[in-house]
């Protein structure tokens, strides 16, 4: 069997780039589909429901293509800058000030590759100890 990669894309979310991003960056590193699907909804922030929306895209495009939702993961979640819609705030003396009202694109791919998902969840672990070590001050 080969290993596949599904992706799923929403574009022009009518939010913030960096608003998104902090809730793409809480759910990436979580191993399992089912554990990222009960943790979006829990969060509070606005970001959250378009993100699940595209997860569950991604992971219904993975069924419909014969994967089993069980042996699913995250491979990655992009946030990139969407279009700007560009608006005036009117201002003292017949002056603007303007600003941006910013979007966002996401794209999530999962994968089935099971020795590609251990081998990340080993570097994290490997990551993750080293930065516990930096942050207590020992000498390597």
Known sequence: MTNMEYTAVAKSVRMGPRKVRLIADSIRKIDS?????????????RAANPIEKTLKS????AINRGAKKE???????????????KRFRPST????HPYKKRSSHIKIV?????????IRQLADKIQNSAMKGAKRGTKN
């Open 33 to 45: 589909i089912d554990k990222s699907l009960i943790t979006l909804p829990l969060l509070k922030k």
């Open 58 to 61: 991604a992971v219904a495009n």
């Open 71 to 85: 042996d699913l993961f995250i491979k990655s979640i992009e946030i990139m800058e969407g279009p700007a819609l």
């Open 93 to 96: 003396r017949g002056r603007t």
């Open 110 to 118: 999962l994968t089935d590759d099971k020795i590609q998902n251990s």
